[in-house]
């Protein structure tokens, strides 16, 4: 059995697939390890590999802001991704790539034992709740699975790109902070 400390040495070893041979450091997770709250991306970009930290850039900035907005922090929720090292060019994770490291993101949501996930964007969301899931017609949908409560909303980079998904993106914060109240009290 292992605790998120021995599963982020065993993480920052990883040689399952190509992305090891580019990256700078891993990117685990960060947050309280025990939240009620799992925000899990797709991977990292250039700034997470070398911070060693999800969501550190522009994209980050946005989602700190989104989660602060619902009377939320960083320290409070978790935050993981699919990959947990960098694709190079901050393309696509490919599917070889999401299938040796999901493994590992299964542990920390066994270690972690959230009530409640948030996918965000498209890549979380066909890794985590249907590989036919289409973030554009199922974001800000709640789905149980195995007690835990899971829904999409876009990836903050892809707000950060069209203004058109940053109202949704709010309202499924909103939604988050609703079910959050709901469920945990």
Request: contains cysteine.
């Amino acid at each position: 059995m292992y605790t998120l400390e021995s599963l982020q040495q065993l993480v920052s070893q990883c040689m399952k697939c190509p992305l090891h041979q580019g990256r700078t450091k891993t990117v685990f997770g960060v947050g309280n390890p025990k939240a009620d709250i799992l925000l899990v991306g797709e991977g990292p970009g250039h700034q997470e590999d070398i911070a060693g930290e999800p969501f550190v850039g522009p994209a980050g900035q946005l989602l700190t802001k989104a989660i602060e907005g619902i009377g939320m922090s960083r320290e409070t929720v978790y935050i993981a991704n699919i990959v947990k090292c960098r694709p190079p060019g901050n393309r696509n994770p490919l599917k070889e790539e999401m299938e040796s490291c999901i493994p590992y993101l299964r542990w920390q949501v066994k270690l972690i034992r959230p009530k409640i996930i948030l996918c965000l964007g498209s890549i979380a969301a066909t890794n985590i709740i249907d590989p036919d899931f289409k973030i554009t017609r199922q974001r800000g949908q709640w789905q149980e699975k195995k007690g835990i409560w899971i829904m999409a909303t876009f990836h903050p980079s892809a707000v950060l790109r069209d203004e058109t998904k940053k109202k949704p993106f709010w309202e499924d914060f909103k939604e988050l902070k609703r079910k959050s109240e709901e469920i945990l009290g």
